[in-house]
């Protein structure tokens, strides 16, 4: 059984950075997309970026366009977000997400709602 542990959020003030981590386990992707959405009190849950398991070509939210970096370590199984320059509008619930069924060539377009695994989120609080 996938499981995605999602670690590292915390609260930061805004200009600094922050890396969240998501382990996985009971699988391994070979093809596919891997991602990072969040979602804020009172909004819809949003992509920030995602990245094709096949080739690791990387999409990211304009919003989070030149601050946000996504990796996936394959030895370790881990995806990784390292977040720059933070600010309030970033404060939100972070999660990661797998999807195996669909193709790397898919990633740009998929919605949440398309992806299979989730792991349970980790809050990121950005105070001014």
């Known amino acids: 059984q996938v499981q995605l542990v999602e670690s590292g959020g915390g609260s930061v003030q805004t200009g600094e950075s922050l890396r969240i981590a998501c382990k996985f386990s009971?699988?391994?992707?070979?093809?596919?997309?891997m991602g990072w959405f969040r979602q804020a009190p009172g909004k819809e849950r949003e992509g920030v970026a995602n990245?094709?398991?096949?080739?690791?070509?990387?999409n990211y939210a304009d919003s989070v366009k030149g601050r946000f970096m996504i990796a996936f370590d394959s030895a370790k199984n881990t995806l990784y977000l390292v977040m720059n320059r933070l600010s309030p509008e970033d404060t939100a619930m972070y999660y990661c997400?797998?999807?195996?069924?669909?193709?790397?060539?898919?990633?740009?377009?998929?919605?949440?709602?398309?992806?299979?695994?989730w792991g349970l989120g980790t809050k990121v609080t950005v105070s001014s």
């Open positions: 990245i094709a398991i096949e080739w690791s070509t990387t």
């Open positions: 009971g699988g391994i992707f070979r093809s596919g997309c």
């Open positions: 997400a797998a999807v195996a069924s669909r193709s790397s060539d898919d990633c740009y377009t998929l919605h949440w709602l398309d992806y299979e695994y």
